[in-house]
């Protein structure tokens, strides 16, 4: 599998940004999105199945941010909304067969990053 990333860009607080994973290749079942902020580790964001389930988020994202995806085209998003300064970092997607898995920063699939800054 492979994935490609794409979207990010300089943004006011209070703005929005959708960023786009598009996927190539073999079918698995989980996507999600994933962070780094500067001087910080990576951490999880939002996760969806391809075949189906109840999206997942971190709370710091819940009700700003909706991860979704167009079967036909191979894509998943990530619609950003009510930017905080906060929420500027490197977005990764990544994916996988087991959702725990992909969950836990341990997919075996990762694209490459898009910047997302937010300014104050």
């Known amino acids: 599998v492979q994935l490609q ?6 943004v006011q607080a209070g703005g929005s940004l ?7 290749g073999r079918t698995v ?23 189906g389930g109840a999206p997942y988020y971190t709370d710091s994202v819940k009700g700003r941010f909706t991860i979704s ?3 036909a085209k191979n894509m998943m998003y990530l619609q950003m909304s009510s930017l905080k300064p906060e929420d500027t ?6 994916a996988g067969r087991d959702r725990g898995t992909v969950m836990g920063g341990k997919g075996p699939y990762w694209g490459q990053g898009t910047l997302v800054t937010v300014s104050s």
């Open 89 to 94: 970092a490197v977005y990764y997607c990544s």
């Open 18 to 24: 959708r960023l786009s994973c598009a996927a190539s």
């Open 29 to 51: 079942s989980t996507y999600a999105w994933f962070r780094q902020a500067p001087g910080k580790e990576r951490e999880f964001v939002a996760v969806c199945n391809w075949t």
């Open 69 to 71: 995806r167009d079967d």
């Open 5 to 10: 990333a794409f979207g990010g860009g300089l």
